[in-house]
């Protein structure tokens, strides 16, 4: 999975950067920044970084929805799951 520059989450667009200086410390992988609309990842593993990238949209997608208080277990469990879902059936995600 290529993590793009700028992800649409709900028709918003979100700036997504690789950073060592995230605002919640070392022991996070990423964060989001609704009002800013900002996507932080720590630099890691590919798959790894895919995982976060996948958890931080998770979170952008329930904001969006107006779910405030996210169960961090539940995101990251579908962080995985789709990450699995995607890395298991690439060509249902290829266009044509």
Not at 30 to 50: L, T, V
Request: net charge negative; proline share 3%; with cysteine.
């Amino acid at each position: 999975m290529k993590i793009p520059s700028k992800v649409l989450i709900n028709g918003i667009p979100y700036k997504v950067s690789e950073t060592n200086n995230l605002q919640l410390g070392l022991n996070y992988g990423g964060e989001i920044f609704y009002n800013e609309q900002e996507i932080n990842i720590r630099p890691s593993s590919n798959e790894c970084k895919e995982i976060t990238f996948l958890h931080e949209c998770i979170h952008g997608m329930l904001h969006s929805l107006g779910y405030e208080k996210h169960d961090e277990k539940m995101v990251d469990g579908l962080a995985h799951q789709l990450f699995m879902l995607i890395k298991d059936n690439q060509e249902m995600f290829k266009k044509g």
